[in-house]
């Protein structure tokens, strides 16, 4: 999904992502969070912003935010869309 993302946004100069993950539920171990963050901060770090909208099916810990935020990519969770689309808006 991460490659795709980042071919799309490429091909098309989008700068600003939002990813809904609302439907995804359960967990997942901090290794696969660290590993996560560290890939999409490696596919992703041409964008200026990455917003996750989560839904409360999953249990949410900030590594994976943490993880790619140090290595440069401004990403965000957000429970409420609005938000999170304010948040990509913003300057």
């Given at each position: 999904l991460?490659?795709?993302?980042?071919?799309?946004?490429?091909?098309?100069?989008?700068?600003?992502?939002?990813?809904?993950?609302?439907?995804v539920?359960g967990?997942?171990p901090?290794?696969?969070?660290?590993?996560?963050?560290?890939?999409?901060?490696e596919?992703?770090?041409h964008?200026?912003?990455?917003?996750?909208?989560?839904?409360?099916?999953?249990?949410?810990t900030?590594?994976?935010?943490?993880?790619?935020?140090?290595?440069?990519?401004?990403?965000?969770?957000?429970?409420?869309?609005?938000?999170?689309?304010?948040?990509?808006?913003?300057?």
């Open positions: 991460l490659e795709d993302i980042a071919a799309e946004t490429k091909h098309k100069g989008v700068q600003r992502v939002l990813i809904d993950a609302v439907d539920t967990d997942m901090d290794l696969d969070r660290y590993d996560f963050g560290k890939r999409a901060a596919l992703l770090g964008v200026e912003r990455l917003a996750i909208l989560r839904g409360p099916g999953f249990r949410y900030g590594f994976f935010f943490d993880v790619a935020q140090n290595r440069g990519l401004q990403t965000r969770a957000f429970a409420v869309r609005e938000e999170a689309i304010a948040w990509l808006a913003g300057s």
